[in-house]
């Protein structure tokens, strides 16, 4: 029973350790962007940003300035990884049953539906208004890595609720992404694209571990989605999903391959994604603390994503005796629903779509996120060391 539990629980401690500890390079590589872009070294930081880079073989390529590279291509690995831990989660992890599941996703939705809400009223009838998706969603990696430091005494199972939690929200942007954040859609590419998904899900069904096939039907995916107007990185997501899995973590192609991958996405694509989308220039000019869209985005993730995420926590437990997870305080639940409020990675990958077409109102709805996940950050670490202290005391 023991080694049951054990190979069970180790896929999440792996997880978590990997995610936690990737939170200080991704801030490592927002603040050396941010460096950059307000240095007189910002001019050569744009310019390398934009460089066109052709890659392919013989005849066939495909040519895209880096930055494009970065969002389209490098995050199509991201969410490919995204897509195996939502796999197995729901396989293995705490989705795995209908009473296990119910708290985090109803947490998670509330976590989406409350700011999107906020944002939508105080931005309707603006050019801004598109932006509504931006506030949904929740930084796995800097929420984690801020428990770990200031939360050393939070029990582990309020720790794997912001896990499932996070997981869930994600899921939730890629189907928001999806259907509201393509462009016009081209049918005939869109089809291929399909068809290689539907052709990697049936070999998963015929149990087929031979990984190069999955990675053909995903490059054909990626590349019909892109041509389709389909955002190409929810090529990679479906791709994950269509990963075989087995119970035996040693014999699982799931596992393996989320294991090689997980410290290159934690490690190496997300800061890689900091360093060329935080880098805004900090000014008067770009900074509007009265305007629509950063007042949307601050109550949204500082306000939204706690109300919504501790509000479904209370509600659950008060009115169908649903237990807080770990037994938690009220204080560590609402602390926990503050973590919630850093947005950063989704939430500016989000609003690089919202507003592909406006540089000004891309660079603050860039600011106002940082400035909202900061502000979220702050006030989770503080709440959970008055826990702490009070609880010393």
């Known amino acids: 029973m023991k080694e049951t539990i054990r190979s069970l629980a180790t896929p999440f401690l792996w997880f978590w ?11 490592l590589g927002a603040v050396v962007a941010l460096l950059l872009a307000n240095s007189p070294l910002a ?3 744009h310019h390398v940003l934009h460089m066109p ?5 013989g005849d066939f390529g495909l040519e895209m300035g880096l930055l494009h590279w970065i969002n389209d291509g490098l995050m199509a690995v991201f969410f490919f990884v995204i897509g195996l831990e939502i796999k197995r989660e729901f396989l293995y992890g705490e989705l795995k049953t209908r009473s296990a599941m119910m708290l985090p996703v109803g947490a998670a939705l509330g976590g989406m539906i ?4 906020l ?3 105080i931005n309707f009838g603006t050019p801004t208004a598109g932006g509504w998706g931006i506030p949904m969603a929740t930084d796995i990696a800097f929420a984690l890595g801020i428990m770990t430091l200031t939360a050393r005494q939070a029990p582990l199972g309020l720790v794997v609720f912001l896990t499932a939690l996070a997981i869930v929200d994600d899921l939730g942007a890629i189907v928001v992404i999806a259907l509201f954040y393509s462009s016009e859609i081209a049918f005939a590419a869109l089809f291929v694209g399909l068809v290689a998904i539907v052709t990697a899900f049936l070999l998963s069904r015929l149990n087929v571990r031979f990984f190069l096939a999955y990675l ?15 955002h190409p990185t929810i090529a990679g997501v479906l791709l994950g999903l ?22 290159w996405s934690a490690y190496g694509i997300m800061p890689i994604f900091a360093l060329g989308n935080a880098g805004v220039t900090l000014s008067f000019a770009t900074f509007d603390p009265g305007s629509p869209l950063f007042l949307g985005i601050l109550a949204g993730l500082c306000l ?7 509000g479904t926590v209370w509600c659950f437990n008060r009115f169908f005796k649903v237990p807080v997870p770990g037994n938690a305080s009220s204080g560590q639940a609402a602390a926990t629903g503050m973590l919630g409020g850093i947005g950063f990675t989704m939430s500016i990958f989000i609003a690089s779509l919202a507003f592909a077409d406006s540089g000004a109102m891309l660079d603050l709805a860039k600011i106002s996120i940082l400035s909202a996940s900061i502000l979220s950050g702050i006030l989770g670490a503080l709440v959970f060391k008055l826990q702490s202290l009070r609880a010393s005391a």
């Open 53 to 57: 880079i052709w890659l392919g073989f």
């Open 304 to 310: 939204g994503k706690p109300i919504g995420i501790f």
């Open 216 to 230: 053909v039907l995903g490059l054909i995916a990626w590349y019909a989605f892109l041509q389709a107007g389909v």
């Open 43 to 45: 001019g050569a930081y």
């Open 114 to 117: 409350v700011p999107a809400i």
């Open 242 to 263: 269509a990963i075989p899995a087995h119970e035996d973590p040693e014999q699982s192609m799931l596992h393996v391959w989320e294991h090689r991958l997980e410290p």
């Open 17 to 27: 350790r990997w995610e936690a500890k990737s939170g200080a390079i991704l801030l």
């Open 119 to 121: 944002y939508a009223l």
